[in-house]
């Protein structure tokens, strides 16, 4: 049995505790109030240490595992919800470095190596994915002594971090819609609820008009709302998900792809196949071929 935390917290979040420093590092387990689908002014860099479970960033979602790293932009709404069994808790799930435009503007006036930064600034955007074992290796040493330091020692670790991470050539980025289209605090804040109930349950059947009753809302409202949140239609948002669990399970096991179908809240195996061949680009058994030899490669390693 699952748990996905409610999400009832607001939906911007102001980050007061810099205390005049440059960079805030934070770490926390799961569930806590920070787990909820929001946005605020800092970039962040996110290391998973712990629990697997669906990584939402703009209109992306997908898998995160332990070692999984990000990086965010400004005012891109994110979210990591943890499947653990009922009552479960993860006493540290997350490690966090967060950083805002002003230390670039400021720094690289002085600095000019720091303008070398740009191209990497700019890709968050959009959300980033690292693929690269040895670049999750180095940031997981240097988070480590990020949170360990202090002072100019924290702060040089940190610039040797995003260096490595310029860098990195395998990686992906993630939301195809930009800030600009999601950053509005109200219509987050009550999709909040909403990506909440659909997680719960995009396992079965779920129409539009449930998740809207839910929230008391009209469905045209809702619909709309939900759209300028997410930058997808709900029926698209909920498709992805489900697509996103079914390449979990393709991946991880050799269930019968008509039982990852079903499990992953489809109720029609042609419709299943269409969906995942449009997102995915392939069949979903031919996706499962990709993951095992992908898997067996990177134990090669």
């Known amino acids: 049995m699952t748990r996905a935390t409610r999400i009832t917290d607001p939906s911007y979040e102001l980050m007061d505790d810099h205390n005049g420093l440059s960079i805030i590092y934070r770490?926390?387990?799961?569930?806590?109030?920070?787990v909820r689908w929001h946005f605020h002014k800092e970039y962040e860099l996110h290391l998973i240490v712990a629990s697997a479970g669906k990584v939402f960033i703009g209109d992306y979602i997908g898998n995160f595992y332990p070692q999984s790293l990000f990086l965010t932009g400004p005012n891109l709404?994110?979210?990591w919800i943890s499947q653990v069994e009922e009552d479960e808790v993860v006493p540290k799930r997350d490690m966090l470095v967060n950083f805002t435009d002003d230390l670039f503007d400021s720094a690289s006036q002085i600095f000019t190596e720091l303008k070398g930064l740009a191209p990497l600034l700019e890709r968050a955007q959009y959300g980033i994915e690292f693929r690269c074992k040895k670049t999750i290796a180095q940031a997981m040493t240097l988070m480590q002594r990020i949170e360990d330091g202090q002072?100019?020692?924290?702060?040089?670790?940190?610039?040797?971090?995003?260096?490595?991470?310029?860098?990195?050539?395998?990686?992906?980025?993630?939301?195809?819609?930009?800030?600009?289209?999601?950053a509005d605090e109200h219509s987050i804040d009550r999709t909040n609820?909403?990506?909440?109930?659909?997680?719960a349950h995009y396992a079965r059947e779920l129409p539009l008009e449930e998740v809207a009753d839910y929230l008391g809302m009209k469905p045209t409202y809702f619909s709309r709302v939900f759209k300028q949140a997410t930058g997808r239609t709900f029926i698209e948002f909920v498709n992805r998900l489900r697509i996103s669990k079914?390449?979990?399970?393709?991946?991880?096991?050799?269930?019968?792809?008509?039982?990852?179908?079903f499990e992953s809240g489809f109720n029609n195996i042609s419709n299943f196949n269409r969906r995942f061949q449009q997102l995915k680009g392939m069949t979903p058994s031919h996706y499962r071929r990709l993951a095992v030899q992908r898997l067996t490669e990177q134990n090669l390693v």
């Open 27 to 34: 770490q926390h387990g799961f569930p806590c109030p920070l």
């Open 193 to 199: 609820r909403a990506v909440d109930y659909i997680f």
């Open 151 to 182: 002072g100019m020692a924290r702060l040089g670790h940190f610039f040797i971090l995003l260096d490595v991470l310029s860098a990195c050539e395998d990686y992906q980025l993630l939301s195809g819609v930009t800030t600009p289209q999601l």
């Open 246 to 261: 079914s390449c979990e399970l393709l991946a991880d096991g050799d269930k019968p792809v008509t039982d990852v179908c």
């Open 77 to 79: 709404p994110h979210n």
